[in-house]
């Protein structure tokens, strides 16, 4: 969003003319999960940055960082030591990596809401901030998700950490939450 942002105003371009509408799918995003996202989500509130930071810091909102976990490549030559590409997050948010595919195992439904319930308290009405990196449709994936699983208070980022940095605001090296699937 940042990035068509400013593309429009170096074209001369007012906000919203020039730059194509994404409607709001009635379900999932299952696939080209990095590609302009809608300005909606239905049940959710939509925030920018500066809104973000300010929930930030008031304290309170859980921020949920659901950028997915790059895996290990299959054919890497026996011996070879992997080591995850670091994930610079939103200081204090939890990283619940992969949960926001279009279509997600039963077990990772169960890891997503361990890691909500536990990063809430089991409080429903806790506000809850998801994103990932801008134009990511794994937070919108993930902030429908939450609502289908009964939290009131959704909050969906669409800029991310890309946003977050835009304003130049801090960052830190997170860790997946416990219990991620696939890698016990």
Not at 101 to 115: N, P
Request: hydrophobic share 40%; glycine share 12%; charged share 20%.
């Amino acid at each position: 969003m940042i990035r068509a942002a400013a593309l429009a105003l170096v074209l001369g371009l007012g906000a919203g003319q020039g730059l194509a509408e994404v409607p709001e799918p009635p379900d999932y995003r299952m696939d080209d999960y990095r590609g302009p996202v809608p300005a909606t989500l239905a049940g959710a509130t939509v925030i920018g940055p500066e809104q973000a930071h300010a929930l930030w810091q008031a304290g309170g909102a859980v921020f949920v960082d659901v950028m997915p976990r790059a895996p290990k490549p299959p054919n890497l030559p026996e011996g070879t030591i992997w080591r995850d590409p670091p994930r610079l997050s939103i200081p204090g948010a939890i990283w619940l990596p992969n949960v926001g595919y279009g279509e997600i195992a039963e077990v990772t439904h169960g890891y997503f809401r361990d890691g909500l319930d536990r990063a809430t308290g089991g409080d429903a009405a806790r506000p809850l901030v998801f994103f990932c990196l801008d134009e990511c449709w794994m937070s919108w994936n993930a902030a429908k998700r939450a609502l289908e699983y009964g939290h009131a208070r959704v909050y969906w980022f669409p800029e991310g950490t890309d946003g977050w940095t835009f304003l130049a605001l801090p960052l830190e090296r997170a860790a997946p939450e416990p219990g991620e699937p696939g890698t016990q």
